[in-house]
């Protein structure tokens, strides 16, 4: 797809001497200076270009590094390539850049993470936390459970050197005290990563109700597309529709579902049950009525199932009501009904604002402290979750007062695991898992 201006990035000790051979004034080029002149193949002009040289180790990778800005024409980027592969160049891997910063220590593991999920981000919330992240947040955190078990480890071992004197530097019961808040913080660290893995997969909202209330006219009001067949005959949806969207500052993965009543075929029964299925997954819902017509059972009873969870109650077709009996009407179904209703309408778009902000309202009330949630890769999910298993079984040790030999010798896999997860320590598997999830040229 062609765009404007094109980055291309070259990485690794011979960038320098590659892109001076192919740029017009190669004694221009200078450190972190953006230099402005023509790309040659041969003495064919292939562009005009602006290029930035950063010498290593001030560069992202920490390499020598180029970064080349043309024109944004598919034919002229490919010719740069082409040119920069016959010069010694090649493709990058997947997260190929990344992984070299990490290599380089120019980042930890976490902040690689928070890198992929900044580009990939599909919510402004997620961005935020990605940024914060990268910027140390989630490293600081196992950074200073860290260092408070390296202390305790070599108070640990001064008991054990100092034995015969019976000199104790830590109490037993200081010891458990700090562990359990080891604990807590790796329980709390844990249970913010799960929020982000929340958060990056969409958070799952159906839209639900009897048939033909308007269910798919609203979900192609909120994606302000023609997705799902919208029609007057009832049981027009069968199959769970699924669309992700930015919602109220979130990535929303929105269901059209089949609407709830009594199947007239097979197939409209199964989408019934696909539809409860989902009612029961999900913590929000939105419920759509049809306040041009009367209540039914239906109504009560698709009511009567979201009672535990956060649900907005559409009055859909709300067109259809006279202006001056509007009022009346809604609070007399109000009181049937014992909820209270959105007045809103898919065919004019009035009432969707409010939804917005209702559905805004309702994910921060479910996902607490959500700026500070964090990302990360499944295996330093498992890490995390295997640490905290092991900060409860120290404590344990120290609760039986086991010897001071064997808690430092756990103490110190305590702090290796806590290595593994910022990267000090890690296997080629567990980086092939993170980078290669990259895309390429990040
Ligand atoms: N006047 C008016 N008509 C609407 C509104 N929303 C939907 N309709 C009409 O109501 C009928 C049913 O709409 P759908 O969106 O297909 O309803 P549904 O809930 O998805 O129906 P099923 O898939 O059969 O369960 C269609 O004829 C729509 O044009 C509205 O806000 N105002
Ligand atoms: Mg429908």
Redo the contacts with the bound molecule.
């Keep these: 797809m062609p765009s404007s201006i094109a980055v291309i990035r070259m990485s690794g000790p011979q960038s320098l001497s590659i892109i001076s051979e192919c740029f017009e004034k190669p004694a221009s080029i200078a450190h972190r200076k953006a230099v402005h002149g023509k790309l040659f193949y041969h003495w064919n002009e292939i562009d005009d270009i602006v290029l930035i040289f950063y010498s290593a180790p001030e560069s992202y990778t920490g390499e020598d590094m180029v970064e080349i800005f043309s024109h944004g024409n598919p034919i002229i980027i490919k010719k740069i390539i082409d040119l920069l592969i016959r010069r010694g160049a090649r493709f990058a891997e997947p997260g190929e850049f990344t992984r070299r910063a990490f290599q380089n220590g120019k980042l930890d593991l976490t902040a690689a993470e928070a890198i992929n999920r900044i580009v990939k981000a599909r919510g402004d919330w997620e961005i935020s936390a990605a940024l914060s992240q990268m910027h140390g947040s989630l490293r600081q955190k196992i950074n200073s459970l860290r260092e408070s078990l390296i202390l305790m480890k070599a108070d640990v071992e001064s008991g054990i050197d100092f034995s015969e004197e019976d000199i104790q530097f830590l109490s037993n019961d200081d010891a458990i005290l700090r562990m359990q808040h080891i604990h807590n913080s790796l329980s709390e660290i844990l249970d913010r990563c799960r929020i982000g893995e929340k958060i990056s997969h969409g958070i799952d909202i159906p839209i639900v109700?009897?048939?033909?209330?308007?269910?798919?006219?609203?979900?192609?009001l909120i994606l302000n597309a023609e997705r799902?067949?919208?029609?007057?005959?009832?049981?027009?949806?069968?199959d769970l529709i699924r669309e992700t969207v930015q919602f109220a500052g979130y990535h929303v993965n929105l269901f059209?579902?089949?609407?709830i009543?009594i199947p007239g075929c097979e197939i409209e029964r199964l989408g019934i049950d696909l539809t409860r299925k989902k009612i029961d997954d999900a913590s929000i819902l939105i419920l759509?009525i049809?306040v041009?017509a009367d209540s039914t059972n239906s109504d009560k009873e698709i009511l009567a199932s979201s009672r535990e969870k956060s649900c907005i109650v559409l009055g859909?077709?709300?067109?259809?009501i006279p202006e001056n009996r509007r009022k009346a009407h809604l609070t007399l179904l109000e009181n049937e009904l014992s909820v209270q209703i959105l007045p809103?309408?898919?065919?004019?778009g009035e009432g969707l604002a409010i939804l917005e902000k209702k559905v805004g309202e309702m994910l921060i009330s479910q996902l607490p402290e959500q700026r500070n949630f964090f990302f990360a890769d499944q295996i330093m999910i498992k890490s995390l979750a295997d640490a905290k298993q092991k900060a409860c079984s120290i404590q344990k040790l120290f609760s039986r007062g086991e010897p001071p030999e064997i808690i430092s010798f756990e103490l110190q896999s305590l702090i290796d695991l806590l290595h593994e997860i910022t990267g000090e320590i890690t296997s080629e598997d567990v980086l092939n898992s993170i980078f290669n999830r990259f895309c390429i040229g990040k």
């Design positions: 109700g009897r048939p033909n209330v308007g269910k798919s006219s609203i979900l192609n799902a067949i919208v029609s007057e005959i009832p049981g027009t949806t069968r059209d579902t089949a609407g009543g759509v049809d041009s859909n077709k709300v067109d259809l809103f309408s898919a065919k004019t």
